[in-house]
C-alpha cells in the first residue's frame, strides 16, 4: 500500500512565520503534488514537482514555494504567512504511467491556521 | 483545462443505486476520467478511472458516453458510510499542470 505522510495533522502560525510543510511517500513516486482545499472551492493545486529539483507552478503558487531534494520528500514554504493562508494542506504523490492518468495518493491533510 | 462540473450535493436513502453525473464539455483526446472519494479529515481516494463506454469495480461503475461530455459514476447499494464528498478529474499522463478538481459532490446517505 502507498503510504504518503504528513508532518502535522494541526498547526498554528503567527502571521508572518516562515512555515515549513513536509511530505513523504514511500513508493518510489516521481510526481508529487500540494494542493489547499477550502469550503465550497475544492483542492486547487498550488505546486506539484515530476522529478528531483523540478517544480511547476499549478493554479496558486503565489505566497507559496517548494523544495524537492529527495525523491520521497516535497516540501511546501510559505515564506511570510498570512490570515488568507490558513486552510487545509493536502500532499499527494503518483507514479508516472503511459497510456492512462495517474492515480494519486493522498496523504491525510494538514489544518494550518494563521493568527 | 478540462474543467469539470458537478452537482454540490445529493441525499440518498440506505440500499438505493446513487448515479453522479460530471459533466466536463471541453475534455481533451486524451483525457481519462477519475473519480475520487473523500471523507472528513482524510485526503481523497481513488475510486474508479475510464476513458470510454463503462467501466465496473468492486465499489463502483463509470460510465462515460461516446461523445464523452460527460461521465456519470454509479454506487450501488448504498450504505450510510458511503457518506463522503465525490470529486470527478479530467487529466491525462504527465499533464499534471492540468488537474483541475472542482468543487465536490456532496453524498449524504440517509437510514
Known amino acids: 500500500d502507498v503510504k504518503v505522510t504528513q508532518s502535522s495533522r494541526y498547526l498554528v502560525k503567527r502571521t508572518g512565520e516562515k512555515v515549513f510543510l513536509e511530505c513523504v511517500q514511500d513508493?518510489?513516486?516521481?510526481?508529487m503534488f500540494w494542493y489547499r482545499q477550502d469550503p465550497g472551492l475544492g483542492l486547487r493545486l498550488i505546486y506539484f514537482s515530476y522529478d528531483v529539483k523540478m517544480k511547476e507552478k499549478g493554479d496558486i503558487p503565489e505566497g507559496y514555494s517548494v523544495s524537492r531534494e529527495k525523491k520521497e520528500r516535497f516540501s511546501l514554504i510559505l515564506e511570510s504567512a498570512s490570515t488568507n493562508q490558513t486552510s487545509m494542506y493536502l500532499c499527494a504523490s503518483s507514479l508516472r504511467t503511459s497510456g492512462s492518468s495517474d492515480t494519486q495518493y493522498f496523504g491525510p491533510g494538514t489544518r494550518l491556521t494563521v493568527l | 483545462l478540462a474543467k469539470t462540473t458537478q452537482p454540490i450535493s445529493m441525499d440518498s436513502y440506505e440500499g438505493q443505486e446513487v448515479n453522479i453525473t460530471c459533466s466536463h464539455n471541453n475534455i481533451a483526446t486524451n483525457d481519462y476520467i477519475t473519480w475520487y472519494q473523500q471523507f472528513p479529515s482524510q485526503g481523497p481516494r481513488f475510486i474508479i478511472q475510464g476513458y470510454k463506454t463503462k467501466v465496473t469495480n468492486e465499489v463502483a461503475s463509470l460510465f462515460i458516453p461516446a461523445d464523452r461530455k460527460s461521465s456519470t459514476l454509479s454506487l450501488p447499494r448504498v450504505s450510510l458510510s458511503d457518506t463522503a464528498v465525490y470529486y470527478c478529474l479530467a487529466s491525462s499522463s504527465g499533464s499534471a499542470r492540468q488537474l483541475t478538481f472542482g468543487s465536490g459532490t456532496q453524498l449524504t446517505v440517509l437510514p
Open positions: 513508493m518510489d513516486h516521481e510526481n
